[in-house]
């Protein structure tokens, strides 16, 4: 029902034109048969119309066809159809306007639809015929195969060209090793990070000048002396020689001068600090 009356108009609007522009009765077969004759105007909707769904349905469909074929399939189709609608445009505007014959231009136009379709047709037919499964070189070294009727290769156990003239034959190549398959790589070890060195404390360095000083309790415990015991700072090396000042154990600063003096500055300089 969708095709019927596109097809009536476009049959109508084809052969109205083909008859403006000149087409018409025609004897197609002179000296063969005289009595019959054929309206030439029915050419244009047969072969535009006919063609351009021909080439519509090579562009749309789902078979394996070569590339260029689709291409041009899908480019003559949508020329064609634009052609057929140029042509009825051109019929009614003829019509509408009582033109009895059509203008030179057009009738050029006209001429000329029925020789493009027949190029077009050609064209597309012989590029259908393209082979579709022709597959690029191989080049993994495999032999090709060799059809029953090829007789370029010995059959097997016939001698060949070269045997027969006593030609060596080429030496073997080394067969390629066997890849080997990939193992799965073992989980990396996480390694545990290495902790570091707590830095000594006041009460470390504390313990080491005291032990140094019960082995020789005749030395003073100057700042000097703490440093070089403990290898502290000069900081820790000062509070060190306070704090063994200030225990009750150590000696009085009366029986020994020194200590006290040396205590005495110690203090006056950390409460300056």
């Not at 029915?42 to 119309?49: A, F, M, N, Q, Y």
């Not at 349905?57 to 064609?80: H, K, Y």
């Not at 029986?255 to 409460?271: A, D, F, H, V």
Request: hydrophobic share 45%; proline share 10%.
């Amino acid at each position: 029902m969708l095709a019927a009356p596109a097809s009536v108009s476009i049959w109508a609007g084809w052969v109205g034109l083909g008859t403006m522009a000149g087409f018409g009765l025609v004897h197609p077969l002179p000296g063969i048969a005289d009595s019959f004759t054929l309206n030439s105007a029915i050419t244009l909707p047969i072969g535009v119309e006919a063609y351009s769904a021909y080439a519509l349905g090579t562009w749309l469909t789902s078979r394996p066809i070569p590339a260029s074929a689709r291409r041009f399939a899908a480019w003559s189709s949508l020329a064609a159809l634009l052609l057929g609608l140029v042509g009825q445009v051109i019929y009614h505007l003829l019509t509408t306007l009582g033109y009895p014959k059509a203008p030179v231009a057009v009738v050029v136009f006209v001429a000329c639809l029925p020789v493009l379709v027949l190029g077009a047709g050609a064209t597309l037919h012989h590029l259908l015929g393209d082979d579709t499964t022709s597959q690029p070189a191989d080049n993994t070294g495999a032999a090709p195969a060799v059809s029953a009727g090829d007789t370029s290769r010995p059959a097997v156990g016939e001698a060949s060209p070269a045997a027969e003239l006593d030609i060596p034959p080429a030496p073997a190549l080394p067969a390629a090793e066997t890849a080997r398959p990939v193992r799965p790589g073992r989980p990396a070890r996480s390694r545990k990070a290495k902790r570091p060195t707590p830095r000594p404390t006041l009460e470390g360095y504390l313990a080491q000048v005291r032990a140094a000083l019960d082995a020789n309790p005749e030395v003073d415990p100057t700042p000097a002396w703490c440093r070089k015991v403990t290898g502290c700072g000069v900081g820790t090396g000062i509070k060190l020689a306070a704090a063994l000042a200030a225990e009750p154990d150590q000696t009085s600063a009366s029986t020994r001068p020194e200590l006290s003096s040396t205590t005495t500055s110690t203090q006056s300089g950390q409460e300056a600090a």
